[in-house]
């Protein structure tokens, strides 16, 4: 077994300093403001005579990222007070606007705030271009602000902001002394969408690959990098990382890097011994790479299916290597899997109903056709996406047309989020227009009105955006006044798929927010509120922050009070990534409390450990929540930061999917 050693709680991250809000009625009208989402009211306070206003203010429209604020901000980044030139640049990166980008440089290069300077530097990554980055390379910064250099060029890569100095810049700092330079250097080569711009760095890259020790963070970055390459050359550094690190996040991002070649035998080995990591997440990323082969030979085959055999609870890693064996023709292996688990086993039973979408034959469709009528919607959710992989290799067939048609309308019609998130993409082909699937699809969108309804017209917009009928363009056209964000962009991206161009309109007017900040009930918190939250796994203590998300925070602690996180299961964890929760009224992920609250963007990154709020979008928060494996820097200013791990960081690590929450508890901080 390799070695897997427990990787601990991090430290706190850095976050905005406090400026008492819980006891200051004026900081209090500023957020009320901000979830008000009225920037013009705030844009005054960038002149109120007090620091702590202005400051405030600016941290306000960081949130709201009104357009009409940025000039005001610009200004702001000359303001007498350091704390007000931080939080301007902070809103102005949150602008998501290049425009902004030189005024930023230009403020980098006045500057003399230590802190200032690392959100200026943090800002020109999220919204500079090209121009921006040569300044950027040009300047000569102080030894200590490299890692923040790093991660903005690193971000502006990321964005295809790139530039061959830019990159040749990155690839030097992969052997910087300092840890954190190298690491955030590191993570432009692995979350980059395409290798072009570094492809002629490999060489470079893999030697500082092999030079790590096997625990050195950067290796998570370097070995996505390469796995984006492709080349055969990389097997060994996979096999050996995957074999030796003694941090279970490098040894899933190895098994993960090893499925592009599945075909080799020598990795075929590596990944079936993955299976029995000591973190079921490397195992998983090792089942995903076992389930890539193109061909196996029957023994290996004999093999998986001994190994089913022995895991027999193993559900979890067991759904790829049935959807794998699926596809070799094992249907009978799959039934007899499926006949082991009762009606109740609802999570097993979907990961055999998976696999059965890659097997031939009546009998197969009859199950699952029958499975996409069951009352539980991860069963019919399972079942309805099963049928759309095999009516992408049965639609020649045109007596099945309308066999596929009933089921998928009847899916689309439930009102299930999961089913509608299928069934709805499916019925954009257009083998099911004469069949009247568009008259179905416009139907559903309009029977969808609330917040907690997003996710279902997004994808039935973009899906109608599929369908290539330009008779729909009035109907994507009147959804543009939706007043939600997220949808009015699903119909603009529609637009854009039909017609070839979207539409530049007036933005809708706000909505009333649907929840305020109570501050009597927030200042009873306190500053620093833990929530100590009992799980199968063990304790985990959270810190929630009050002063950079008050109302984030009255929210998730009001719903750990109430006791409703009690019993409700991790339905979402991705291997070094995030562990996610908080779905108390459906536990699959698609339930809401019945109201949604307003983004808070923060100053706090995504480190290890840190806790974000789950959406679908600007202002569609509810009840779920994450935790962070490790740096996710492109979640930075775009999901709401509300706190933190203190202890329990290594049960974090060894939480799974369905693993519940027993208990929490809040233990108010500091007033």
């Given at each position: 077994?390799?070695p897997d050693l427990p990787?601990?709680?991090p430290?706190?991250?850095?976050?905005?300093?406090?400026?008492?809000i819980l006891?200051t009625?004026a900081l209090?009208r500023?957020?009320?403001?901000?979830v008000?989402?009225?920037?013009?009211?705030?844009?005054p306070?960038l002149s109120d005579?007090?620091?702590?206003?202005?400051a405030r203010?600016?941290?306000?429209l960081?949130?709201?990222?009104?357009?009409?604020?940025?000039s005001?901000?610009?200004?702001?980044?000359?303001?007498?007070?350091?704390?007000v030139?931080?939080?301007a640049?902070?809103a102005?990166?949150?602008l998501?606007?290049?425009a902004?980008g030189?005024?930023?440089v230009?403020?980098?290069?006045?500057e003399?705030?230590g802190e200032v300077r690392?959100?200026l530097?943090?800002?020109?990554?999220k919204?500079g271009?090209?121009?921006?980055l040569?300044?950027?390379?040009a300047?000569?910064l102080p030894g200590?602000?490299?890692?923040?250099?790093n991660l903005?060029i690193a971000r502006m890569?990321v964005?295809?902001?790139?530039?061959?100095?830019?990159?040749?810049h990155?690839?030097a700092?992969l052997?910087?002394?300092?840890p954190?330079a190298?690491?955030?250097?590191g993570?432009?080569?692995?979350?980059?969408?395409?290798?072009?711009?570094?492809?002629?760095?490999a060489?470079?890259v893999?030697?500082?690959l092999?030079s790590l020790?096997?625990?050195?963070?950067?290796a998570?970055?370097?070995?996505?990098g390469?796995?984006n390459l492709a080349?055969?050359?990389d097997?060994p550094r996979?096999?050996?990382w995957a074999?030796s690190?003694?941090?279970w996040?490098?040894?899933?991002?190895?098994?993960?890097a090893?499925g592009?070649h599945?075909?080799d035998p020598?990795?075929r080995g590596?990944?079936?011994?993955?299976?029995e990591?000591?973190?079921a997440?490397?195992?998983?990323y090792?089942?995903?790479?076992?389930?890539?082969t193109?061909?196996?030979?029957q023994?290996?085959?004999?093999?998986?299916?001994?190994?089913l055999?022995d895991?027999s609870?193993?559900?979890?890693t067991?759904?790829?290597?049935?959807?794998l064996?699926g596809?070799?023709?094992?249907?009978?292996f799959?039934?007899?899997?499926?006949?082991?688990?009762g009606?109740?086993?609802?999570?097993?039973?979907?990961?055999?109903?998976?696999?059965?979408a890659?097997?031939?034959?009546?009998?197969?469709?009859?199950?699952l056709?029958?499975?996409?009528?069951?009352r539980d919607?991860?069963?019919?959710?399972t079942a309805l996406?099963?049928l759309?992989r095999r009516?992408?290799?049965e639609r020649?067939?045109?007596?099945?047309h309308?066999a596929?048609?009933?089921?998928?309308?009847?899916g689309l019609?439930s009102?299930?989020?999961?089913a509608?998130?299928?069934?709805?993409?499916a019925l954009?082909?257009?083998?099911f227009l004469?069949?009247?699937?568009?008259?179905?699809l416009?139907a559903?969108y309009?029977?969808?009105s609330d917040?907690?309804?997003v996710?279902?017209?997004?994808?039935?917009?973009?899906?109608?955006g599929?369908?290539?009928v330009?008779?729909m363009e009035?109907f994507?056209r009147?959804a543009?006044?939706h007043?939600?964000?997220?949808?009015r962009?699903?119909?603009n991206?529609?637009l854009?798929?039909?017609?070839?161009?979207?539409?530049?309109?007036?933005?809708?007017?706000v909505?009333?927010?649907?929840?305020?900040?109570?501050w009597?009930a927030?200042?009873a918190?306190g500053s620093r509120?833990?929530v100590?939250m009992?799980?199968?796994?063990?304790?985990?203590?959270?810190?929630?922050?009050?002063?950079?998300?008050?109302?984030?925070v009255?929210?998730?602690?009001?719903?750990?009070?109430e006791?409703k996180y009690?019993g409700?299961p991790?339905h979402r964890?991705?291997p070094?990534f995030?562990a996610?929760t908080?779905d108390?009224?459906?536990?699959?992920?698609f339930g809401t409390p019945?109201?949604?609250?307003?983004s808070?963007?923060?100053?706090?990154?995504y480190?290890?450990?840190v806790?974000?709020?789950?959406?679908?979008g600007?202002?569609?928060?509810?009840?779920?929540?994450?935790?962070?494996?490790?740096?996710q820097?492109?979640?930075?200013?775009?999901y709401?930061?509300?706190g933190?791990v203190?202890?329990g960081m290594?049960?974090?690590?060894?939480i799974?999917e369905?693993?519940?929450i027993?208990?929490?508890r809040v233990?108010?901080g500091s007033?």
């Amino acid at each position: 077994a390799p070695p897997d050693l427990p990787l601990g709680t991090p430290p706190p991250p850095p976050t905005r300093a406090p400026d008492g809000i819980l006891e200051t009625t004026a900081l209090q009208r500023i957020v009320d403001l901000q979830v008000d989402r009225d920037g013009e009211a705030l844009v005054p306070f960038l002149s109120d005579t007090e620091a702590r206003i202005r400051a405030r203010a600016a941290f306000a429209l960081a949130s709201v990222q009104d357009p009409d604020a940025g000039s005001a901000l610009v200004g702001a980044l000359r303001d007498v007070e350091a704390s007000v030139r931080r939080d301007a640049a902070f809103a102005l990166g949150q602008l998501s606007d290049p425009a902004e980008g030189i005024q930023l440089v230009g403020a980098l290069e006045d500057e003399t705030d230590g802190e200032v300077r690392l959100r200026l530097l943090e800002a020109i990554g999220k919204v500079g271009d090209t121009g921006d980055l040569e300044r950027l390379l040009a300047m000569d910064l102080p030894g200590e602000e490299a890692p923040a250099r790093n991660l903005a060029i690193a971000r502006m890569g990321v964005r295809g902001v790139v530039l061959p100095s830019g990159v040749q810049h990155l690839v030097a700092e992969l052997s910087a002394t300092d840890p954190e330079a190298r690491t955030n250097a590191g993570y432009y080569f692995g979350r980059s969408p395409v290798p072009a711009p570094w492809v002629g760095h490999a060489a470079k890259v893999r030697s500082v690959l092999d030079s790590l020790p096997p625990a050195h963070p950067l290796a998570m970055h370097l070995l996505l990098g390469l796995a984006n390459l492709a080349d055969p050359q990389d097997i060994p550094r996979f096999l050996w990382w995957a074999r030796s690190s003694p941090d279970w996040r490098i040894r899933a991002n190895a098994a993960r890097a090893m499925g592009e070649h599945a075909g080799d035998p020598r990795v075929r080995g590596v990944l079936m011994d993955a299976l029995e990591d000591p973190s079921a997440h490397v195992a998983a990323y090792a089942a995903n790479g076992i389930a890539a082969t193109p061909q196996m030979p029957q023994r290996e085959r004999d093999a998986l299916k001994n190994w089913l055999g022995d895991h027999s609870e193993d559900w979890r890693t067991a759904g790829p290597i049935l959807g794998l064996l699926g596809r070799m023709g094992e249907g009978q292996f799959i039934m007899d899997w499926l006949a082991g688990w009762g009606e109740e086993d609802v999570l097993p039973r979907t990961r055999g109903l998976g696999a059965l979408a890659f097997v031939p034959g009546p009998e197969v469709m009859g199950v699952l056709v029958d499975a996409a009528g069951s009352r539980d919607p991860r069963i019919k959710g399972t079942a309805l996406g099963g049928l759309a992989r095999r009516w992408r290799v049965e639609r020649r067939d045109e007596e099945k047309h309308q066999a596929y048609y009933q089921v998928f309308a009847e899916g689309l019609s439930s009102g299930e989020p999961s089913a509608i998130f299928i069934a709805a993409p499916a019925l954009a082909d257009s083998a099911f227009l004469p069949l009247g699937s568009l008259d179905l699809l416009r139907a559903t969108y309009s029977d969808r009105s609330d917040a907690e309804d997003v996710d279902g017209m997004r994808i039935v917009l973009r899906s109608v955006g599929q369908t290539g009928v330009l008779e729909m363009e009035p109907f994507l056209r009147e959804a543009l006044g939706h007043p939600l964000h997220p949808v009015r962009e699903a119909a603009n991206q529609a637009l854009r798929a039909l017609s070839g161009e979207g539409e530049e309109t007036e933005p809708a007017a706000v909505t009333p927010a649907e929840r305020r900040v109570d501050w009597g009930a927030l200042a009873a918190l306190g500053s620093r509120p833990k929530v100590i939250m009992e799980t199968e796994k063990g304790s985990v203590t959270l810190v929630l922050d009050s002063e950079s998300a008050p109302l984030t925070v009255q929210t998730i602690a009001g719903f750990a009070q109430e006791g409703k996180y009690d019993g409700v299961p991790f339905h979402r964890v991705v291997p070094n990534f995030v562990a996610q929760t908080g779905d108390f009224t459906r536990k699959d992920g698609f339930g809401t409390p019945g109201f949604s609250i307003r983004s808070e963007f923060t100053q706090t990154p995504y480190r290890r450990g840190v806790l974000g709020m789950a959406s679908s979008g600007k202002d569609t928060e509810g009840s779920q929540f994450f935790i962070t494996h490790s740096m996710q820097p492109h979640l930075d200013g775009g999901y709401t930061v509300f706190g933190w791990v203190e202890e329990g960081m290594d049960i974090v690590d060894t939480i799974y999917e369905e693993d519940r929450i027993l208990s929490t508890r809040v233990v108010p901080g500091s007033r």
